[in-house]
């Protein structure tokens, strides 16, 4: 029986472009240790039921209805599907994106995101805004087995300033992404993010002109394109760099910053009080961080922003770091002194309210979508290594990963 699940999923996964079912399906998994939130107790022995994409039941006993598949899942965790609020789609092999085989993009998919456990992923800024769109639309369709996509489209930068890390990319790439001038031209540059599709403003405030030299975003210009985010209903992320991109950020009314600041000096206890008041998130992007001599200060900066009250969620820079395995970043988590309760609100809960979505996913719960992440271990007992311990990624009730 074990066998036959496995052949059917394989044919899934591979045919995806023929057999487009969308995100409507019918699971159910047996025999599991269930989070149903990152501060509820565990339930053991326990069956999560979901029909037509829902989860229909959670709990001991659950009578499985004749035709529902069981995913085999003895010794196994479940949680709600984990976010990835920091990723990007800039390597080459997602070009043209709507005309690549189906299966070729499930299977990047797999290796980038979904062998992570990732259901959702936040695209915090793309070089070409309609690549990802035909990206996301192929996945929504269930045509390509892959996490839910938000977009940023094009990231704003300072006029004058691409960081030095876009050197090498072609001309006619570096050419499109804007540089506003004016708080007008912030305005339509936002707008045209809008109209081709993007979900999220992403604002570089403190670009690394060189290793050295951070130019920072001037505030009109910051404020007018968070200001026309905000009144069309998008978050706004800012990539900060230091102290002065960090206080732009805040004084723009950015809502997520995409990282910890990594040039550490002037980050301190008053500015990451204010920043905590204003009710702004954190992306640690830790693993990002780790080669650096200051990343022990990187770390002090996350916790002590933590301990003041502010939000964390869970990212990892991934597709511009083209080393997909999160290992370093969860490492980077513990040592920074996060329980994996506090970790696992950064996978959850505090994006799926940061987005205004924790009445649907999040949490293992009656209602919601049967988004699930299942791991080997529990993390409870085995520590940070084991959310990366992937065995299933679950959207809508439809298995998008399996480590079996």
């Known amino acids: 029986m074990m066998r036959t699940f496995f052949l059917v999923l394989l044919s899934l996964v591979v045919c995806g472009g023929a057999r487009a079912q969308g995100w409507t399906q019918d699971l159910a998994v047996v025999g599991a240790t269930v989070y149903r939130s990152p501060d509820a107790e565990p339930l053991r022995d326990a069956t999560v039921l979901i029909r037509a994409g829902k989860i229909a039941a959670v709990g001991k006993g659950v009578t499985v209805p004749a035709g529902v598949a069981t995913l085999p899942c ?75 996509i938000y977009t940023a489209g094009l990231g704003l930068f300072p006029p004058h300033a691409l960081p030095f890390y876009l050197n090498g990319m072609p001309p006619e790439v570096l050419k499109e992404q804007p540089q506003p001038e004016t708080p007008a031209e912030a305005k339509a540059a936002v707008d045209r993010n809008i109209e081709a599709g993007s979900d999220i403003v992403k604002l570089f405030v403190g670009s690394y002109l060189t290793p050295q030299k951070v130019v920072v975003m001037p505030l009109p210009l910051a404020r007018a394109a968070a200001d026309e985010g905000h009144a069309h209903g998008q978050l706004v992320f800012a990539h900060p760099s230091n102290a002065a991109g960090v206080r732009r950020a805040m004084e723009a009314g950015v809502d997520v910053l995409a990282h910890a600041p990594d040039t550490v000096d002037g980050v301190d206890d008053a500015l990451l009080r204010e920043l905590a008041a204003h009710h702004m998130a954190m992306i640690p992007t830790l693993k990002l961080f780790s080669p650096s001599s200051d990343i022990p200060q990187i770390r002090a900066i996350v916790a002590r922003f933590h301990a003041l009250g502010g939000q964390l969620m869970y990212g990892t820079d991934t597709g511009y770091l083209t080393d997909y395995d999160q290992s370093e970043e969860y490492k980077q988590l513990g040592l920074t002194g996060l329980s994996f309760r506090e970790v696992l609100a950064m996978l959850t809960t505090a994006p799926a309210g940061r987005f205004h979505v924790g009445d649907r996913v999040g949490q293992v719960k009656v209602g919601m979508d049967g988004d699930l992440t299942v791991l080997s271990a529990d993390p409870a007992v085995s520590g940070m290594a084991a959310f990366t311990r992937v065995r299933y990624a679950v959207r809508g009730g439809r298995v998008i990963y399996s480590g079996q």
């Open 74 to 148: 003895d010794g196994c965790v479940v949680f709600a599907g984990f976010w990835n609020n920091h990723v990007h789609f800039i390597e080459s092999k997602w070009v043209d994106a709507e005309h690549q085989p189906a299966a070729k993009l499930t299977e990047q998919m797999q290796a980038m995101l979904t062998h992570s456990g990732f259901t959702t992923v936040v695209d915090t800024a793309a070089l070409s805004l309609n690549n990802t769109v035909a990206l996301r639309k192929r996945v929504d369709a269930g045509e390509v087995l892959g996490p839910r």
